[in-house]
């Protein structure tokens, strides 16, 4: 007879979402239950940062590679909707999370903290943050430097009629991020 093996009971991460080669830092902290799909976790990481979600993205941990196959045929991947995230990983572990690959957005995660379900929360929950999330097409980190010069310098009059004409780089709301990520989770 084949042993069950049980499933640890769900718990709450809390991840550490840091964006890579970027002079200022751009993070993130959230809760997300641990027994979280990895297609759920990309939306959490990608609402929580500010992206618009409007490019491919891999989650990668160590030599395991997941995305979504509706989306992005023909590469080597496994579904990250098959899989949870407390099956790869634990308190102090790390994953990488690419996002746009023109622009080539890498964000380092870190799992932090293992903490019990507090029912009085809806997750994911962002705690923390700190400057804007780079606008979407604007160029990778190196294009995100040269846009900050521009509108440092007002030197490239393109450039800084292409995002608005006021781009805030230390604008990050919390309270915003969590607003997005309930409406987004809300349908979920």
Not at 7 to 17: D, S, T
Not at 33 to 44: E, G, K, M, Y
Not at 135 to 151: F, T
Not at 154 to 171: R, Y
């Amino acid at each position: 007879m084949a042993r069950r093996v049980r499933k640890p009971k769900p718990c709450i991460y809390q991840l550490h979402i840091a964006l890579k080669d970027m002079e200022a830092p751009v993070w993130r902290r959230v809760l997300v239950r641990s027994d979280a799909r990895l297609d759920a976790i990309h939306f959490t990481l990608n609402e929580a940062m500010g992206w618009n979600n409007s490019h491919l993205h891999l989650l990668v941990f160590d030599k395991r590679t997941f995305a979504n196959p509706d989306i992005d045929e023909g590469t080597d991947f496994e579904d990250e909707r098959a899989v949870c995230l407390d099956e790869l990983v634990g308190v102090g572990d790390r994953f990488s999370y690419h996002y746009d690959f023109g622009d080539d957005w890498m964000h380092q995660v870190r799992v932090e903290k293992k903490l019990p379900i507090d029912d009085r929360f809806a997750y994911p929950v962002c705690i923390g943050g700190a400057r804007a999330c780079p606008p979407e097409d604007c160029g990778g980190p190196l294009g995100y430097e040269r846009l900050l010069s521009a509108l440092l310098n007002d030197d490239d009059d393109e450039l800084v009629s292409w995002v608005g004409g006021f781009f805030d780089p230390e604008g990050f709301d919390v309270n915003r991020t969590n607003q997005r990520l309930r409406e987004f989770f809300r349908g979920f």
